[in-house]
């Protein structure tokens, strides 16, 4: 009897330490597959050899998806949109479509580093244009709304406006009567001009300048309801030079008022204190802002090799471009400017950190990071690092234009183009046919010469020649499936059309 207790006891034992080192290489391989999962997802890879190596990282989108792809002229078996790993270096993309045309381009990759590539676009290769509207012999002006949703427009002299929007497959045409928001209307007629419109992001509001005879204002106009339209000029009594929408329903907005930057409410109709003092010109995104101040003679202030500035004894006139978040106490200064060359200014979000772009003699320094916090004893340069540090752009800089998500810079002088992709940090320069450019899309270009419609990426890359058109902005609908357009007649009057690009 006990020689069998002895046994089942030793039995259990046995089973306990296959139980105990079962569940040890069941935690082993998880480990295993967690740690080899990293690696793969941080872009490492058995090489020849045997060897470890670490490969760069490539999300491919496209529009439409399901292209083809071909990698240094091998065709993957994957189709977009897709994430695969890519060995360091130079690499040839193209990306084709039965019934649309191909988009190409080379693309390098960097050992750990994730390349984001979700801007290319085929076009259908069999386009109709198709009237849609009849339009006037001379409108007053012409915009369209960024996320392609609309399209704003009223004939010369008149304060009927109409409002045609392309959410659905066919337009709908609204007209607006401003007869009562306009100012100098005489006679039924607007006798002023109508510049800079800017819309809101939900399409409702459009902030407009009028411009008359002795004087300008600023007028906000809801689409909705034209009795909600608010005259800034008139409702504060103050002369605004510059007026911004600060957040999506146009609630918010920037103003800059005889150098004083200063937040209007339109909800509250009221205009806060003046935030920051001497500002000349400023960039923003929703609540921060970059801004250049006037000049004042003070110390000439140096930059010493670790960064810090100093200042000599001599003085000069300094402006100064600084960074503010609203509701501090004031901005802190992000560097000075000795001279008086044109300084130019962006402030762009991009998956989650903040990047401050600035030109200032043709050369650009972008930093990025989070928005520093204020302090009188100046801002804490330590939480900002740096993607650029006054790179040459290798052009005399006469305009500057950020894409709609803020990750491509264009710098412009007439046909000359610098762009930076701020992701990877590359630059790219590159002559165009013409210097008149809107964006098409988030990494598209476009710009209108000779009556032809060409479009390019960012980089200056798959130029193509679309279409006929005349000198007004184009747009893509949200749903990216048509192209809408101006062109004349033959009784020269205009007319909106359309091409079916996207099935």
Do not use: C
């Not at 080379?106 to 676009?121: C, D, F, K, Q």
Request: proline share 3%; hydrophobic share 40%; aromatic share 10%.
């Amino acid at each position: 009897m006990a020689s069998r207790e002895l046994d089942i006891e030793e039995r259990r034992r046995r089973q306990a330490i296959k139980v105990i080192l079962t569940e040890i290489l069941m935690f082993l391989t998880v480990v295993v597959i967690v740690v080899v999962a990293t690696l793969i997802a941080m872009g490492f890879s058995v090489g020849k050899g045997g060897s470890i190596e670490q490969t760069g990282i490539l999300q491919l989108h496209s529009l439409p998806t399901g292209a083809t792809v071909e990698l240094d002229g091998n065709v993957l078996f994957p189709r977009t949109n897709l994430s695969r790993s890519l060995s360091e270096g130079l690499h040839q993309l193209k990306l084709s479509r039965d019934g649309y045309d191909t988009w190409e381009r080379g693309v390098r990759a960097y050992p750990g580093i994730l390349s984001r590539l979700y801007y290319p676009r085929l076009f259908l290769k069999e386009r109709q244009s198709e009237k849609m509207l009849d339009l006037a012999e001379a409108m007053e002006f012409y915009t369209v709304a960024p996320s392609g949703a609309y399209i704003l427009y009223s004939r010369e002299d008149s304060t009927k406006w109409n409002l045609v929007d392309l959410r659905g497959d066919e337009p709908r045409l609204g007209e607006l009567d401003l007869t009562e928001v306009l100012p100098d209307v005489k006679d039924d007629k607007f006798t002023g001009s109508i510049s800079d419109p800017k819309w809101s992001d939900d399409g409702r509001r459009v902030l407009v300048k009028v411009g008359l005879v002795e004087r300008a204002e600023w007028i906000l106009i809801d689409l909705k309801d034209t009795r909600e339209s608010l005259n800034l000029t008139k409702t504060f009594g103050m002369d605004f030079s510059r007026v911004e929408i600060a957040d999506g329903s146009a609630d918010q907005l920037w103003a800059l008022e005889n150098q004083h930057l200063r937040k209007v409410s339109t909800t509250a109709q009221a205009v806060s204190r003046v935030l920051l003092d001497k500002v000349t010109d400023f960039a923003f995104e929703k609540t921060n802002v970059i801004y250049l101040t006037a000049p004042v003679v003070q110390s000439v202030p140096i930059r010493v090799d670790d960064g810090r500035i100093e200042f000599l004894n001599t003085s000069r006139a300094i402006r100064q471009i600084g960074l503010y978040r609203d509701g501090e106490k004031g901005g802190s200064v992000l560097d000075y400017v000795i001279d008086d060359q044109p300084v130019f200014l962006a402030i762009t979000d991009y998956y989650g950190a903040k990047y401050f772009t600035y030109i200032v003699n043709n050369r650009v320094t972008i930093r990025y990071g989070e928005m520093p916090m204020y302090s009188p004893e100046g801002m804490n340069h330590d939480k900002l690092s740096t993607l650029l540090d006054r790179v040459d752009l290798g052009i005399a800089v006469k305009s500057f234009s950020t894409s709609p998500s803020g990750e491509f810079l264009v710098a412009m002088n007439q046909q000359n183009f610098t762009t930076i992709d701020i992701d990877m940090g590359e630059m790219f320069k590159y002559q165009a046919s013409t210097d008149e450019i809107g964006w098409l899309s988030d990494g598209m270009i476009y710009g209108i010469q000779d009556g032809r419609l060409l479009v390019w990426d960012f980089d200056g890359s798959n130029r193509r020649d679309l279409t006929k058109v005349t000198n007004y902005p184009v747009a893509i609908t949200g749903n990216g499936r048509y192209l809408y357009y101006v062109l004349a007649n033959k009784n020269g009057g205009l007319e909106l059309r359309r091409e079916r690009i996207l099935n």
